[in-house]
């Protein structure tokens, strides 16, 4: 059975950075897509960035494009994901996701993706606050 890990989250002042990682075992995720979302208080849930384990294509939303990156290391089953220039409005918890890749990275990260993503991680708090 496939687990994720999310770790690397916390407290930071806008304009900093964090780095978040998602551990997966029990699968080797080939052909996968591994997803970000995250969701503040008393707003859905948003897809923040994919990612496909086959041939690193991905997907951004456009809220953090050009200050997120999202990577793939796949000798580690891990994903990462770089948040710099991090604003209030990040605020959130986050999680990994996984899921076949049944269409594109972004169909995957922006469409049904409670349906998509059959394993999620338990979340991990991203505070951006001075």
């Known amino acids: 059975q496939l687990q994720l890990v999310e770790s690397g989250g916390g407290l930071v002042q806008p304009g900093g950075s964090l780095r978040l990682s998602c551990a997966a075992s029990?699968?080797?995720?080939?052909?996968?897509?591994i997803g970000w979302f995250r969701q503040a208080p008393g707003k859905d849930r948003e897809g923040v960035s994919c990612?496909?384990?086959?041939?690193?294509?991905?997907y951004y939303t456009d809220s953090v494009k050009g200050r997120f990156t999202i990577s793939r290391d796949n000798a580690k089953n891990a994903v990462y994901l770089q948040m710099n220039s991090l604003k209030p409005e990040d605020t959130a918890v986050y999680y990994c996701?996984?899921?076949?890749?049944?269409?594109?990275?972004?169909?995957?990260?922006?469409?049904?993706?409670?349906?998509?993503?059959?394993?999620w991680g338990q979340g991990t708090q991203v505070t951006v606050s001075s």
């Open positions: 029990g699968l080797t995720l080939d052909h996968y897509a």
């Open positions: 990612i496909s384990t086959s041939d690193g294509s991905t």
């Open positions: 996701a996984a899921g076949p890749l049944v269409t594109t990275v972004q169909a995957m990260c922006v469409i049904l993706p409670a349906k998509r993503f059959g394993s």
